[in-house]
């Protein structure tokens, strides 16, 4: 395997940790802080705000200066913000800015990694993809097993990714990708596409669903089903091995249904399981965690691919680079959204169906494109 997929790979894995962390570190940092659910949904948000803002900016630069320059670029600024964070004290409004410019910082890199597997591996996009985004997954096991030492080692979680960003940038400007240059006026033509537009708003519903459960379920386990952390923290574990099994398979039932009937099928998988954990007892509830974790990642590669399908080759870093624009407004909203639905409601019930939301949207959003297609 090519040292620019490993480089694409662990850049993810350290963004994704970087955000996915904040399930289980909120909790020790509202005791330190005082914080209510709302602050700690916002801490989540700002993030996705700086992601949002911008993605469609990094995807334009990406496809001019290419995939390794961008991940470089991107790698130093964050050595100095995890720092940051690794020295915190008690000011949350710190907080809320420097995740703020961490998003809009690590929006880099996910869409190089695309580019990356769209210029390199073009025959097989479905499966590198997969490998690509099993980055999601696994950075859920790793939290999952160290979830418990976190709450009360947290700081070293950020000087540990202060370090590694570190060696991405050195490793990133070492690596060469031959890429043709794209012109910005002709990548930016992604935006008016109809299709790719209604593609990304699948997406939105999806993050909502995914990084909405990832970032609430530790916490909402604990709080609102009084599970004790290490239950909670084994949850999440088999969460992300279900996601891992579920993302490294999705290719072979891609080539058997094809890329929509696979996402479909997940969607409906995630809300009938959400459904079945409402109701569960707390030991039946560790198997559907392994069932949720499943159906809640193997949409991704498939709408991916489908997204990069429908731009083109040259255009694969915008294209994501604008998915991730409009699908992580659905990151952004679903945390202070599950937030606020467990400060009004104070209900594990009404918290797991406003994750469900999100499924919906995707599924009115691939009814939507397969009736276009077939027009």
């Not at 020790?28 to 705000?49: E, K, R």
């Not at 240059?181 to 997406?203: G, H, N, P, Q, W």
């Not at 959204?337 to 009004?344: C, K, Q, R, T």
Request: charged share 10%; aromatic share 12%.
């Amino acid at each position: 395997m090519r040292k620019s997929i490993l480089i694409g790979w662990f850049g993810t894995f350290l963004q994704l940790l970087l955000r996915l962390s904040w399930g289980v570190i909120s909790l020790p940092i509202t005791i330190l802080m005082h914080l209510n659910s709302v602050q700690v949904g916002f801490v989540a948000t700002a993030f996705y705000i700086g992601y949002v803002i911008s993605s469609v900016p990094w995807g334009l630069i990406i496809d001019k200066i290419g995939p390794s320059k961008a991940i470089a670029f991107a790698s130093y600024p964050l050595i100095i913000l995890n720092l940051i964070l690794f020295f915190l004290f008690s000011n949350y409004v710190i907080l809320v800015m420097v995740y703020l410019l961490e998003g809009l910082i690590t929006a880099a890199i996910f869409p190089s990694a695309m580019k990356i597997v769209a210029v390199t591996y073009t025959s097989r996009s479905t499966y590198y993809v997969a490998l690509v985004e099993s980055a999601g997954p696994i950075t859920i096991i790793f939290l999952g097993l160290i979830a418990s030492i976190l709450l009360d080692f947290w700081r070293f979680l950020y000087l540990m990714m202060a370090i590694s960003f570190g060696v991405i940038g050195i490793l990133s400007l070492r690596t060469r990708i031959n890429v043709q240059s794209t012109e910005i006026k002709k990548s930016f033509k992604i935006v008016l596409d109809k299709k790719i537009t209604i593609a990304t708003l699948i997406r939105l519903g999806e993050l909502w669903a995914t990084w909405g459960t990832t970032t609430w379920i530790f916490s909402m386990l604990v709080l609102y089903r009084h599970i004790l952390p290490s239950l909670s923290a084994l949850f999440l574990f088999l969460f992300g091995i279900g996601q891992l099994v579920g993302i490294l398979n999705v290719e072979k039932l891609v080539k058997r249904l094809g890329e929509e009937k696979v996402i479909l099928l997940n969607l409906l998988g995630f809300i009938l399981t959400t459904l079945l954990i409402i109701e569960s007892n707390n030991l039946v509830i560790l198997p559907e965690a392994f069932i949720l974790g499943v159906f809640s990642f193997s949409y991704r590669p498939p709408t991916d691919s489908l997204i990069m399908r429908l731009a083109g080759q040259s255009k694969a870093g915008t294209s994501i680079g604008y998915a991730n624009a409009v699908s992580q407004i659905g990151t952004m909203i679903a945390p202070s959204f599950v937030g606020a639905v467990l400060y009004f409601t104070h209900s594990f019930f009404f918290s797991m169906l406003s994750l469900d939301l999100g499924c919906l949207i995707s599924i009115l959003s691939l009814l939507t494109l397969r009736a276009k297609e077939t027009a």
